[in-house]
């Protein structure tokens, strides 16, 4: 049975898990209600769990360029087993978003031990955006916290982007199958979700988790309703023949998509999808400042784990000179 939740319980919560994701790097924590995503025909088939809540609290977890240098600075491959070391960030997502979890449900008093070493927590679930389900696997719990409130996520693929785009996130372009951010354009990390047995509160739960600058002008939409269009074309909107513009521009796009999936992907190809990438958001020159850096963007579509390791002491000797 789960432990009734007071409102300063829930505050408590919301404010410790932001404390702690924002430590890891993750700085962006956009909260929604899983119905948002549930009642489109998507989310239907395949929908987040409810707790028979009728707004269900749920937290999108991303993160801007910023997360490059926090991970960095923790980095070390002695540490790693061989699975953890084929993805470092995955893992890193893995081993901490839940375990923030847990710990802020304990810090709210909703994950509570009696004398008889009963353990009751608030239900909850973490799935993860490089994961067909999550992890941990269905009907375990997350590492390091046995007998707690884990419900396993939907067993099929959740499509993390379609999440992110009827929770009010980022827009998903089918052009470019990029999710584009209204402040940060293409350069976001769609990392996990956490879903928890508590009633989603617009006007309690968005104060409460926008008390950052990055969660507070990273979100612009406070009711969970998705973007009514593409940000990207947000200025070329503006112009007498905006959408004739924004046309032209979608062709565009379209054209030299098709042209990358024609070839298929190679590892040594990936400055021609960055620079793609960079297409989708020419017409916004304020989101050039959240470009990513150049080890980042490598990382990104390369996954060369074997260089982390390299960056992550130059990172170390730069900032002890």
């Known amino acids: 049975m789960a432990p009734l939740c ?27 209600a899983a119905q948002s995503y549930n009642e489109t025909e998507v989310g239907k088939t395949n929908p987040l769990p409810e707790f028979s809540q009728r707004s269900t609290l749920s937290i999108y977890i991303a993160n801007t360029k910023t997360f490059w240098e926090v991970f960095l600075r923790q980095y070390d491959s002695t540490k790693l087993t061989a699975v953890e070391a084929k993805d470092p960030i995955d893992h890193y997502c893995e081993h901490h978003i839940p375990k923030v979890t847990v710990q802020a449900l304990q810090d709210a008093g909703l994950l509570v031990i009696d004398q008889n070493m009963t353990k009751t927590s608030t239900p909850f679930t973490v799935a993860f955006s490089h994961y067909k389900p999550s992890v941990p696997a269905p009907g375990s719990c997350p590492e390091g916290s046995p007998d707690t409130g884990f419900v396993p996520p939907p067993e099929k693929v959740l499509r993390f982007q379609q999440v992110a785009h ?19 354009g293409p350069w976001t990390g769609l990392r996990a979700l956490i879903v928890v047995d508590l009633e989603y509160d617009p006007s309690q739960d968005n104060a ?45 796009i379209q054209e030299k998509w098709d042209a990358l999936l024609a070839r298929g992907y190679e590892n040594r190809d990936w400055r021609e999808w960055i620079d793609f990438r960079k297409t989708t958001a020419i017409d916004r020159p304020d989101w050039q400042a959240w470009q990513y ?21 130059e990172l170390r000797e730069r900032e002890r000179t």
């Open 208 to 252: 409460q988790l926008f008390a950052s600058e990055a969660s507070r002008c990273g979100t612009t939409t406070l009711d969970s309703t998705a973007l009514p269009s593409n940000p990207a074309f947000a200025l070329l909107r503006q112009q007498p023949d905006g959408e004739a513009l924004v046309k032209d521009r979608e062709r565009i």
């Open 293 to 313: 850096s150049e080890q980042q963007i490598l990382y990104h579509y390369t996954k060369c784990a074997d260089r982390l390791q390299g960056w992550a002491d």
């Open 6 to 32: 007071k409102p300063e319980q829930k505050e408590v919560f919301l404010a410790s898990l932001q404390a702690s994701l924002g430590r890891l790097g993750f700085d962006i924590v956009h909260p929604f």
């Open 166 to 184: 009827f929770s009010g996130l980022a827009f998903f372009n089918p052009v470019s199958y990029l999710s584009m951010h209204p402040t940060y």
